[in-house]
């Protein structure tokens, strides 16, 4: 992660950043650069459909807002494009002629691929980026891709998101769709597990809180101890709390004969459809 003043893109602190669109990812993204001091509130300029999300913003973080889209466009180094996919094409449509060759265009939209991308935005460097929600506590994976390799855009693009998180540089579209389906659509699979932990601990009599707390602090403890296991696999951490024949063993050939490896697989590749039926609807 960056520490204050050693950006390796040195005219970072004098570049404005917008961002079209005002939902929860562009809170996240806001949250972590404006705390992290990555860039001053007064660099950020927001612009939303509606206005309700812009004055909550404004009120927060003291960031700059625009009525209008194209005043993002046209005030701003780098634009992040905030929308969902499916609002993309409108969104663009009256601010489509308005980029320029040097402005670095940032799409956050899920399976919005860079062919259908470079249709729409009239010019400007492209990159795709996918954060996930942890980026909130500083806790993310934000996978990003430049349409073309440029050190510049790169460089640039660290130092802006390095504070929320683990920021990976992929270099074909299929491993950002693997990133968002495994770390972003992630999150929220690894939520659906914890809430059948949950459940089961309460069903147990435990309170609510209680059970909540027990599967946090497990899923919390597992990641941490992985974290903090340099060079030992995930497989020898699970082997040193399965004892042959004992308890988690037998959890765990009940989840193998489950084939919990295939529901999951299943899963990520229904999510993967899922993006490319959303990028066959968006061309
Ligand atoms: N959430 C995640 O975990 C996650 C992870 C990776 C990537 N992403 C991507 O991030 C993008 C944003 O997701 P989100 O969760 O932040 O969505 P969101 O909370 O629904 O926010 C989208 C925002 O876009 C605004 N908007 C829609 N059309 C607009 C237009 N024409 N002009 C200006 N603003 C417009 C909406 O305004 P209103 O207030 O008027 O509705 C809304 O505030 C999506 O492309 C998503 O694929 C999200």
Redesign the pocket.
């Given at each position: 992660m960056n520490q204050m003043n050693s950006f390796k893109n040195p005219l970072l602190k004098s570049m404005k950043i917008g961002f079209?669109?005002?939902?929860?990812?562009?809170?996240a993204l806001v949250k972590g650069m404006v705390q992290s001091k990555a860039v001053r509130p007064e660099q950020i300029i927001i612009?939303?459909?509606?206005p309700?999300?812009l004055i909550k913003l404004q009120e927060t973080f003291g960031v700059q807002t625009r009525a209008q889209?194209e005043q993002v466009v046209e005030e701003c180094d780098v634009v992040i494009l905030?929308?969902?996919?499916q609002?993309?094409p409108?969104?663009i449509e009256?601010i489509a002629g308005a980029f320029n060759e040097h402005q670095i265009v940032i799409?956050?939209?899920?399976?919005?691929t860079f062919s259908i991308l470079e249709k729409q935005v009239s010019d400007g460097r492209l990159v795709r980026l996918?954060?996930?929600?942890p980026s909130l506590i500083s806790r993310g994976i934000l996978g990003f891709m430049c349409q073309e390799s440029d050190d510049y855009v790169s460089s640039t693009m660290e130092d802006l998101f390095s504070s929320l998180g683990v920021v990976v540089e992929v270099d074909l579209e299929e491993k950002l769709d693997a990133l968002?389906i495994s770390c972003?659509s992630g999150?929220g699979f690894v939520f659906e597990m914890m809430m059948y932990w949950q459940d089961w601990i309460a069903e147990r009599g435990f309170t609510d809180e209680e059970a909540r707390l027990m599967t946090i602090e497990t899923f919390l403890g597992a990641s941490m101890l992985a974290a903090q296991s340099d060079g030992i696999e995930i497989e020898e951490l699970q082997s040193r709390v399965t004892s042959k024949k004992g308890v988690t063993a037998a959890g765990l050939s009940s989840m193998r004969e489950l084939e919990m490896e295939r529901v999951l697989r299943l899963s990520f590749e229904k999510a993967n459809m899922r993006a490319q039926e959303i990028s066959r609807s968006t061309k």
């Open positions: 079209v669109g005002a939902g929860h990812m562009t809170q612009s939303n459909r509606t309700g999300k889209n905030a929308m969902k996919p609002d993309l409108a969104a009256s799409s956050l939209a899920a399976g919005i996918m954060p996930n929600t968002m972003s999150t």
